[in-house]
């Protein structure tokens, strides 16, 4: 484990039931940079997001098997507390999904039931700092007390982003969080995780090249379950070593 | 092309007239039902029937005794009935580890939903007077069995509200660091409460035209006075009704219509509540 390693993977691989979903992958979470996870639909990239923070824990008939650290501790140890970890590594989902709550309860929320706010002024601070960084509070500064679901679907995405940014975590890990968004809105969170980087380490998956390309220091491939390459976002890129992964880059894939 | 159309506007026109068929056969005996004992018995229903208790003439007869009876076992049978079948609920949907445990006692409740409710009168009458040794005829008594009979059906109604609960928001609460109860508790519950509420709504109407079970437990005799406590003889408005009924010939034929009447209206107004609350939740959502 290099100092820069926040997470590491180690032949992992993980079975919804009988049915492989991922097979011996091994890649490293660097402490200052985003990784992007990139392939063809149902490869494995959500599943290993899922296997980073355990949410597959509440799966039934999902399976892990493999070595997966959060700065060099065994996530996986029987005294891991789950709970504890996805307090430090936070979750942004494809399809946006605030509570059906206020705006100011759905960022307010984590940092309550973590005790992490003293009083009502510190917690309105951080729910107005949560909300700035996701670059989401000159829009709703009025309107903390209206239903989260009256956000536009782009507004609700950075809420859910302002939800994970409120209890500081250390990772964060994005599922294709500009799938339902318009190009003004994904630029908008492009730009934010260009700012959160070096702060986080975030792991995104996508399935536009440009903007893995954009975003990422880092990116992997994955084709059925598998990691085929892995490596500097502009090596990859501009020299893949694989043909697999220069036909899907170059959307010859199938 | 022009054929299929014609044949599909055919099937379409029958499916209606069959639909419009169905709703007139069920709307129209309710109608009937309605109507006739609402000629029967409107003259006698006056506040001193509404105050009123038991008599042996039929002219001093109400049923204030049989009303405050019913609020009383109505009462007790939700406050034990919905808390405990709520957390039933939520912990099978939630909390249990799928296991054959799991599968065995939810197979059980849905048998006890079709448990005849007569069956639960034998029930309570073995359990609470028998061995226990409770007060025949008691709102206690009533509202215990009755209870029983309520708590498989809250727990049906309850699961399906909590499984309509969408997945992505217990996700979203458990990546930010909650717990399992914290999710249940904080998300699902209020998510699903509309429809837990609707559920114990129906349950509690069935509970309130309930006759046979408290008839099992003692709630038979002639009570001319209102109870007072959980523990004092009562009668309820069902058990009032089989019992005048049985003396059409001594001038009760009126009052038996007007306690219908009375009944019904309550039972409407229970289900109003219930088709409000789940009219309510589903515009929320
Ligand atoms: N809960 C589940 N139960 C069973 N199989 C699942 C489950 N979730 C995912 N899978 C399967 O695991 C494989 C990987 O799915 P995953 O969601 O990780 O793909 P993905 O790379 O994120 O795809 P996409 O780009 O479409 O989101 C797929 O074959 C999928 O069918
Ligand atoms: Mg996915």
Redesign the interface.
């Known amino acids: 484990m290099t100092a820069g390693t926040k997470m590491t993977v180690r032949d992992v691989s993980v079975w919804y039931g009988a049915k492989p979903a991922l097979s011996n992958v091994s890649l490293d979470i660097e402490r200052e940079e985003v990784i992007a996870l990139i392939g063809p639909s149902g490869c494995g990239k959500s599943t290993l997001l899922r296997t980073l923070n355990r949410l597959n824990d509440s799966v039934a008939g999902a399976r892990v098997q493999g070595l997966v650290t959060l700065d060099g501790e065994d996530v996986y140890a029987p005294a891991t507390d789950p709970v504890a970890l996805r307090a430090r590594v936070g979750m942004v989902f494809q399809a946006p999904n605030p509570f059906p709550k206020t705006i100011r309860e759905n960022v307010a929320y984590g940092l309550r039931i973590h005790g992490l706010a003293r009083g009502r002024a510190d917690l309105d601070a951080q729910v107005e700092r949560a909300l700035t960084r996701a670059g989401l509070w000159a829009e709703v500064r009025d309107r903390l007390g209206d239903p989260a679901l009256s956000l536009s679907g782009g507004q609700q995405q950075r809420l859910c982003i302002a939800r994970a940014l409120a209890v500081e975590p250390e990772v964060i890990l994005m599922d294709e969080p500009c799938s339902a968004l318009d190009p003004i809105g994904t630029a908008r969170i492009e730009e934010l995780i260009g700012d959160l980087r070096g702060r986080y380490a975030i792991c995104i998956v996508t399935h536009n090249m440009q903007q893995a390309a954009r975003v990422s220091q880092r990116t992997a491939f994955f084709d059925a379950g598998r990691l085929i390459e892995y490596g500097a976002t502009s090596e990859l890129f501009t020299n893949p070593r694989e043909t697999r992964t220069r036909d899907y880059i170059t959307g010859r894939y199938g | 092309m022009r054929r299929h159309a014609r044949r599909r506007r055919a099937a379409e026109h029958r499916f209606r007239l069959l639909g419009r068929a169905a709703v007139a056969v069920s709307i129209g005996c309710l109608l009937f039902l309605l109507g006739s004992m609402l000629v029967a018995g409107i003259g006698g229903i006056d506040g001193h029937f509404l105050r009123g208790t038991d008599a042996t003439e039929a002219t001093r007869a109400g049923i204030g005794a049989a009303l405050r009876g019913s609020l009383m076992v109505l009462g007790l049978t939700l406050a034990l009935a919905l808390p405990v079948g709520v957390l039933a609920a939520l912990y099978l949907e939630e909390l249990a580890p799928?296991s054959a445990w799991a599968t065995l006692i939810e197979g059980s409740i849905n048998n006890l939903a079709a448990v005849p409710s007569i069956i639960f009168g034998l029930l309570g009458l073995l359990l609470f007077l028998g061995t226990m040794g409770l007060p025949r005829s008691a709102p206690l008594v009533g509202g215990l069995t009755l209870a029983l009979m309520t708590m498989p059906v809250i727990v049906i109604a309850g699961r399906s509200a909590i499984r309509a609960v969408?997945g992505?928001?217990?996700?979203?609460?458990?990546?930010?660091?909650?717990?399992?109860v914290?999710v249940t508790f904080?998300?699902v519950l209020p998510?699903a409460w509309p429809g837990i509420l609707t559920g114990a709504i129906i349950g509690g109407s069935r509970a309130l035209g309930e006759t046979a079970p408290l008839l099992l437990i003692g709630m038979r005799a002639f009570i001319p006075a209102a109870p007072t406590g959980m523990t004092e003889p009562a009668t309820v408005l069902p058990v009032q009704i089989f019992l005048w009924s049985d003396q059409i010939d001594r001038g009760f034929a009126e009052k038996t219509s007007a306690a219908i009447v009375v009944l019904l209206v309550l039972l409407f107004a229970m289900n109003g509540v219930a088709a409000w609350l789940r009219h309510r939740g589903e515009v929320?959502?």
């Open positions: 799928r969408p992505s928001i217990r996700e979203a609460a458990l990546a930010v660091g909650a717990s399992r914290q904080h998300h998510r929320r959502r």
